[in-house]
């Protein structure tokens, strides 16, 4: 990911937009972060706000007319809030708190004719800038029109005060100037930018024609003036539009100053649209707080209760619903940051490599953002370049890897002609997971494929290489893809028919030559075998994997499935184009194990029902661990009719790697009656432990199989320290890249498991 990448990235993101409020609000106040503020009764910080964006808060904060009103969204569920009077109650108990810092003097004549409210702004924001303005009335004190509209809103001391601001800034004010064409006209000789103020100067009195000021700049036809304030044609007086015209003057001359552009670049400039999106659903409607005495304002228990009601706009509607981005405080604006950061110029760090390697790419943020903001697809590269780069850290992803390879290898993998033909029609590719969990299963579902289509069905156990692809492994994924596909073309290039929707839309997406089609609906095209359990009364909730998210037909055969053998389902909370990953989609589980479990349990959280039904075998591995009751579909159609789907166990880490080449053999030998060579001899070993020892290896990735080689080894070469006090004995092996260690006794026809750990430092003998 380059700068521009990122940049572009970035931009897809619009949680830090402008609220509805200051977006309409001409001088862009943060009303979103005041409300905050008053709600809380922190009045001094309220304050601050106010002194950082308003000119003269005293004033504007007492009258403004707000504009922002029409567009704050509560008005969506109820009366939107009234800033004006919270701002004028913020004002009138507080006094300024900031003083805005003053900078350096720099040159340039300035000069302001009229001290209305733009004619004031336009000074202080100049003087502010360090270009000391002289401001300049006919009247004998500041505020033009201002003070005779508003009455008794405006106490007149908040003038003085704005006098005395204008002062610390380095202002020069002159009243009761004589201000006709021929002072105008040495005013003009004498500065060398002007701007005027239509509230509190005679146009009649200038001696040139204005012309219509520039939109943008403000800027009159003659050279270095500009003019704004006043009253726009068809509109009321408003103290806003003062404040605007000469904040945006102000600026324009500063720019003519500097010898720059004076319209470049000033879109945000006053009230503009904004590309926040809010969602309000959910929220409950309240009405506003009006005060009991609308003369006197709110009190600080009504104003307290009226900031309140601001549902402080944001985006963050993927956060809502991600696991992941909740886990590490992020959205996806800051989060592709980080992981810029990480390779761009960390290159590395343990925690930011973690993150980027615990969103699931699940997609589920793309569906749900206004600006399919591809959080996935940004993870899943950065994985690639950190791969490239050799800095992925290698422990990250080994497990699945080794495991992946273990079931492309010749103990697990499998290709075949239906026993009795040389040609396929279709192959079944039952993928890695399933076949791991559900070999019973698998193979009762090819026999009913092999009954039930004509011109043969082959086999093929296999992986589809997703576990590299998640691990952002490309030529290693793309070297499994080739020799997948070459298998499948000697085999003629059979119709593949895919259980796993990963697995699906891993062949979709990398090698769209195949022809493939989903089990689910194939299945739905032929006579279902009958059900020979006792299906429940009670709905199961469907949770559909979230790699389904894109595969509506393999959904929609599902739920037909269901219908036609009489199985009641419910949909989730929230629908399956949402669906949340079980944990093990992008390796999350490998990667960060207990995100992966709370990711689980969020899946699982979506139920409407007491039970729940999956046709993903990795979501029912993760989904039982939650305790709830999850069937696998495939179990109500093929299943041992002795083993009710919904209390099946789990099957673990080592169950599924022994399964997948268990199933081999077996297939071999009952399908296709080839002689089976002997098993290695470690696997021989006959191993107990207690349920918490089998828990923790588990969580430790240790496989039974590893423990196995240890004692092997161990016992073959005597290489283990005895404990005479418990009879233990302590041994390791190092059979590739991981060392494993065991601690355990011998018993009548094996041996018990006391503890099991494993790490990748090296011993010296493994050095020798
Ligand atoms: S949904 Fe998420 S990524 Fe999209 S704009 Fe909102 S916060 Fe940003
Ligand atoms: S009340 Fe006025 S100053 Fe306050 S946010 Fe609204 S428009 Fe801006
Ligand atoms: S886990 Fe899924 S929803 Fe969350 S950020 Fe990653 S792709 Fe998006």
Redesign the pocket.
């Known amino acids: 990911m380059d700068q521009s990448q990122l940049r572009a990235l970035e931009a897809?993101?619009?949680?830090e937009?402008m609220p509805f409020c200051t977006a309409s609000c001409p001088i862009h106040v943060d009303a979103r972060g005041l409300m905050a503020l008053l709600t809380r009764g922190e009045l001094r910080e309220a304050r601050k706000i106010l002194d950082r964006t308003m000119p003269f808060p005293e004033i504007l904060g007492r009258i403004c007319d707000q504009p922002c009103h029409p567009f704050c969204k509560r008005g969506e569920i109820g009366d939107p809030l009234w800033i004006g009077p919270l701002e004028r109650y913020c004002v009138s108990v507080t006094d300024t708190v900031l003083k805005p810092p003053k900078l350096p003097v720099k040159g340039g004549a300035v000069a302001v004719l009229g001290a209305g409210f733009s004619g004031m702004t336009a000074a202080l924001d100049l003087s502010r800038k360090g270009r000391p303005a002289t401001l300049i009335t006919a009247r004998t004190r500041l505020g033009g029109s201002l003070p005779d509209r508003a009455g008794s809103l405006l106490p007149p001391e908040v003038f003085d005060q704005a006098e005395a601001t204008l002062k610390r800034y380095g202002a020069e004010i002159v009243t009761g100037a004589s201000l006709d064409r021929q002072t105008v006209a040495a005013l003009l000789d004498k500065y060398d930018v002007l701007y005027f103020d239509w509230d509190d100067f005679t146009i009649d009195h200038l001696p040139f024609i204005p012309g219509t000021p520039d939109p943008i700049s403000l800027a009159l036809e003659r050279d270095g003036c500009f003019g704004g304030g006043g009253v726009e044609d068809g509109k009321p007086f408003s103290i806003m539009h003062q404040a605007e015209n000469g904040r945006r003057a102000a600026l324009s001359m500063e720019r003519y100053l500097q010898g720059v552009s004076l319209t470049a670049e000033r879109e945000k400039e006053g009230a503009c649209p904004t590309?926040m999106?809010t969602v309000t659903e959910g929220i409950p409607p309240a009405s506003e707080i009006v005060p009991d005495n609308p003369i006197a304002g709110y009190t600080a228990e009504e104003a307290q209760r009226e900031a309140a009601r601001c549902i402080y706009c944001?985006?963050?509607?993927?956060?809502k619903k991600c696991a992941y981005?909740q886990e590490y405080k992020e959205?996806?604006?800051t989060l592709v940051r980080k992981i810029y950061n990480n390779l761009s110029i960390v290159q590395g760090n343990r925690s930011a490599n973690k993150l980027t390697n615990s969103c699931s790419l699940c997609w589920q943020?793309t569906v749900?953002?206004?600006?399919?903001?591809p959080?996935a697809s940004a993870c899943h590269a950065a994985r690639q370049e950190m791969v490239a780069s050799g800095h992925m850290p290698p422990s990250a992803h080994s497990f699945a890897l080794e495991e992946m390879h273990y079931t492309l290898g010749e103990n697990c993998a499998l290709i075949r002609h239906q026993p009795g033909t040389t040609a396929s029609r279709y192959l079944f590719f039952p993928g890695c997971q399933l076949t791991g969990t559900y070999p019973d299963t698998v193979e009762r579902t090819y026999i009913f494929l092999t009954q039930h289509l004509e011109e043969g069905v082959g086999l093929f156990l296999s992986c589809c290489g997703a576990p590299a692809d998640w691990a952002g492994q490309s030529a290693l994924f793309t070297d499994v893809l080739a020799d997948l596909t070459a298998q499948i073309r000697q085999m003629g290039n059979p119709t593949l028919i895919v259980a796993c929707s990963s697995c699906l839309a891993a062949f979709g997406k990398y090698a769209p030559e195949l022809t493939v089609v989903s089990l689910w609906e194939m299945l739905d095209e032929l006579p279902l075998p009958e059900v020979l359990f006792d299906l429940p009364e009670s709905p199961l909730t469907v949770h559909d994997p979230c790699t389904a998210r894109y595969q509506e037909g393999v959904r929609a055969s599902v739920r037909s499935i269901c219908g036609k053998i009489g199985l009641p389902v419910a949909e989730t909370t929230i629908g399956a184009e949402l669906a949340d990953c079980c944990g093990y989609g992008g390796l999350l589980q490998f990667a960060n194990q207990p995100l992966g479990e709370k990711v689980a349990t969020l899946k699982v959280s979506r139920s409407t029902t007491e039970t729940g039904l999956v046709y993903c075998a990795m979501c029912r591995e993760n989904l039982v661990g939650t305790e709830t009751h999850i069937a696998h579909l495939l179990d109500y159609l093929f299943a041992d009719p002795e083993k009710n789907p919904l209390v099946r166990a789990k099957v673990g880490l080592s169950g599924r790697h022994e399964h997948r080449s268990r199933l081999k053999s077996r297939l071999q030998s009952t399908l296709w009656q080839d002689p089976i060579g002997s098993p290695a001899p470690h696997r021989a070993i006959r191993l107990e432990a207690d349920d918490e020892t089998w828990a923790l290896l588990n969580e430790r990735l240790i496989l039974m199989e590893d423990i196995q080689k240890v004692i092997h080894h161990a016992e073959t070469t005597g290489r283990y320290l005895h404990n005479p006090a418990n009879g233990r004995r302590l041994a390791a092996f190092k059979p590739a890249v991981v060392t494993y260690w065991a601690e355990y006794e011998p018993i009548s026809d094996g041996y018990f498991l006391h503890r099991g750990y494993s790490h990748r430092m090296q011993l010296p003998e493994d050095r020798a």
Do not use: T
């Not at 749900?368 to 903001?373: A, E, L, S």
């Open positions: 897809r993101c619009i949680q937009e590309r999106y944001e985006c963050l509607e993927c956060v981005l959205y996806p604006k943020c749900i953002c206004p600006y399919d903001f959080v």
